[in-house]
């Protein structure tokens, strides 16, 4: 009797186990669908009536995450991401939208732990570009001033990039931190070429010929840029510099002014206003401006420039 009552009861849990395995798919299918269809807080409900039954499986926390980001309540987004790789930390997908969700939030060093995983886990992804692994990595190195990492990621693929816009930009703002001036100035050319009305390339290519100490030049290619969107923003603070180096200080102060107001939190601009404050005897509103630049994190983004002229001159 008692082998009888085993012999039963092990039939009936291999029984709920299989109806409760199809009864997962056809859960997860159904939120699948209702994904597709765009009722996602549908899709969110079946995907939780998955999770609350079948055992765990990255794919449905991977799936509740994507249908949170598509109403935007990134919080819960990056929670089920999470749990996705707390079940699977080979699970490339989730790593994937976790790191384009901290790049979007301006969390570099957590966007390229991300992406620097996904290259670690797919290893010919390094030889093999793609717009989003390699521009959107190279992208957060520059920005956190890694352009000998973002350099040595683009010149690992350059020969399957001829006229892709996004690689010639970041690679040569790489070349124009590591001071190879002549790659610099071939990949701004190129983005000019691929696409003439590109302002980031405009602007880039100014900002380059200004560190050349070609202002005529550089304020001839900011001209460009501003013709084509009058409210661009660094167009306006670089041009507004090469005026200042010209002397041509109301010119300068002209454009800085404008482009402060379009983009109050650009620190480069106040110290850029600063200087030309210095040069026109304007001492008190230079150090204003040097103060704002301080607080807006310009000596954690560029140098301890600011510091130089408080010291100088705000004593």
């Given at each position: 009797?008692?082998?009888?009552?085993?012999?039963?009861?092990?039939?009936?849990i291999i029984?709920i186990?299989?109806?409760?395995?199809q009864?997962?798919?056809s859960l997860?299918v159904?939120s699948l669908?209702?994904f597709?269809?765009k009722?996602y807080?549908?899709?969110i409900?079946?995907?939780?009536?998955c999770?609350?039954v079948?055992?765990?499986?990255e794919?449905y926390?991977?799936?509740?995450?994507?249908s949170?980001?598509?109403i935007h309540?990134?919080v819960k987004?990056v929670h089920n991401?999470d749990?996705?790789i707390?079940?699977?930390?080979?699970?490339?997908?989730a790593?994937?939208l976790?790191a384009?969700?901290?790049?979007?939030?301006?969390?570099?060093?957590?966007?390229i732990s991300n992406?620097?995983?996904?290259f670690?886990l797919?290893?010919?992804?390094?030889?093999?570009?793609s717009?989003?692994?390699?521009?959107?990595?190279?992208k957060?190195y520059n920005?956190?001033r890694?352009?000998?990492?973002?350099?040595?990621?683009?010149?690992?693929?350059?020969d399957?990039?001829?006229n892709?816009?996004g690689?010639h930009a970041?690679?040569?703002?790489s070349?124009?931190y590591?001071n190879?001036?002549e790659?610099a100035?071939?990949?701004?050319k190129?983005?000019?070429?691929i696409d003439p009305?590109?302002?980031?390339g405009?602007v880039?290519m100014?900002?380059?010929l200004?560190?050349?100490e070609?202002?005529?030049?550089a304020?001839e290619?900011?001209?460009k840029?501003?013709?084509?969107?009058?409210?661009?923003?660094?167009?306006?603070?670089n041009?507004?510099?090469?005026?200042?180096k010209?002397?041509?200080?109301e010119?300068a102060?002209?454009?800085v002014?404008?482009?402060?107001?379009l983009?109050?939190?650009?620190?480069?601009?106040y110290?850029?206003?600063?200087l030309i404050?210095?040069?026109?005897?304007?001492?008190k509103?230079a150090?204003?401006?040097?103060?704002?630049a301080?607080k807006?994190?310009?000596?954690?983004m560029?140098?301890s420039?600011i510091?130089?002229?408080?010291?100088?001159?705000c004593?």
């Amino acid at each position: 009797m008692l082998r009888l009552y085993f012999f039963v009861c092990t039939f009936s849990i291999i029984s709920i186990q299989a109806y409760s395995q199809q009864n997962c798919d056809s859960l997860f299918v159904q939120s699948l669908n209702s994904f597709d269809a765009k009722e996602y807080a549908q899709s969110i409900e079946l995907i939780n009536s998955c999770i609350e039954v079948c055992p765990e499986d990255e794919k449905y926390y991977l799936h509740k995450a994507k249908s949170y980001y598509n109403i935007h309540n990134i919080v819960k987004t990056v929670h089920n991401l999470d749990k996705a790789i707390e079940l699977n930390d080979t699970c490339v997908e989730a790593y994937t939208l976790r790191a384009q969700i901290y790049l979007n939030q301006g969390l570099l060093h957590k966007a390229i732990s991300n992406y620097e995983k996904i290259f670690s886990l797919v290893p010919t992804l390094s030889a093999n570009f793609s717009d989003v692994y390699h521009l959107n990595l190279s992208k957060a190195y520059n920005s956190t001033r890694q352009y000998q990492k973002a350099y040595d990621l683009l010149k690992n693929v350059a020969d399957d990039t001829e006229n892709n816009m996004g690689f010639h930009a970041n690679l040569s703002v790489s070349c124009m931190y590591l001071n190879k001036n002549e790659e610099a100035e071939f990949h701004l050319k190129k983005c000019i070429e691929i696409d003439p009305k590109f302002t980031g390339g405009l602007v880039n290519m100014g900002y380059f010929l200004i560190t050349k100490e070609k202002y005529e030049e550089a304020i001839e290619y900011l001209n460009k840029a501003l013709v084509i969107n009058s409210r661009e923003a660094y167009a306006l603070n670089n041009r507004g510099f090469a005026y200042y180096k010209l002397q041509k200080y109301e010119q300068a102060l002209e454009d800085v002014n404008r482009s402060v107001q379009l983009q109050p939190d650009n620190s480069y601009a106040y110290k850029n206003r600063g200087l030309i404050y210095i040069a026109t005897g304007l001492k008190k509103d230079a150090c204003e401006d040097f103060g704002k630049a301080l607080k807006l994190g310009y000596s954690e983004m560029y140098d301890s420039e600011i510091v130089e002229l408080q010291s100088k001159y705000c004593q």
